[in-house]
């Protein structure tokens, strides 16, 4: 059972992507919140990895954040995603949509604002997402 309630309400516009409009916790729950999370191998790679690489580790990276709390995706309130460039849109866009089809088969997503920027913090990354999600 998730602690999350993800809603496109019909006042609301469509969502023009992969997200919900609104998430609502419920009552007396804890929310977690955790900072960007990046693909750690990135910087150090001899060869640099692409944008579809670092999206999986960085999705790998949440489920293990997750996971550390009891969680599971479904928990998830909220993601802001960071892509270095709309060159890159397009893998982050495959990757993530393989990845959500595994963890909301019911398409019931979080919230989520996606971010172009000139770069991160080391010039190798191309992907970092930061969120919240509910401990159960």
């Not at 997200?19 to 729950?29: D, E, G, M, R, V």
């Not at 150090?44 to 293990?64: C, D």
């Not at 909301?104 to 970092?128: K, M, Q």
């Amino acid at each position: 059972m998730s602690f999350v309630q993800h809603l496109n309400p019909k006042s609301a516009p469509t969502p023009s992507g992969t997200y919900s409009q609104l998430a609502i916790t419920a009552p007396q729950t804890r929310v977690a919140v955790f900072s960007g999370q990046i693909d750690m191998s990135a910087p150090a790679a001899e060869s640099p990895r692409g944008a579809a690489e670092q999206t999986r580790a960085v999705f790998a990276a949440i489920a293990e954040l997750l996971a550390s709390q009891g969680a599971q995706p479904a928990d998830l309130i909220k993601l802001t995603t960071y892509i270095v460039g709309r060159s890159h849109l397009k893998d982050f866009n495959e990757v993530r949509s393989g990845i959500y089809a595994q963890w909301f088969p019911g398409g019931d997503t979080p919230a989520n604002t996606l971010l172009l920027v000139a770069g991160l913090a080391h010039e190798a990354l191309l992907v970092e997402i930061e969120g919240s999600f509910v401990c159960p």
